[in-house]
């Protein structure tokens, strides 16, 4: 497999923080998926995307299990 922005095959699999919104908030999900080490750019498998899509249902049903852990400052 070859990153399709810098064509590095240096693509492997991480932990990584999926961000989503909603309304005002952010809400960070740990999430194993494909990342290239050269450039960040990451790759979803079919099953991350329906993880994701699964995340997002539950995001907007406020069914997913969360805690805060901080707060977003908007300076102004
Ligand atoms: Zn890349």
Redesign the pocket.
């Known amino acids: 497999m070859k ?6 095959e ?2 492997l699999e991480e932990n990584v923080m999926e961000e989503f919104k909603h309304g005002n908030d952010i809400i960070v999900v740990p999430l194993k998926t494909m990342v ?6 990451r790759y979803y498998s079919k099953l991350t995307v329906r993880k994701i899509e699964n995340i997002e249902r539950q995001i907007e049903a406020n069914k997913l299990p969360m805690k805060e852990v901080g707060k977003v400052m908007l300076a102004g």
């Open positions: 990153c399709v922005i810098c064509h590095s240096d693509i290239c080490s050269s450039c960040g750019e």
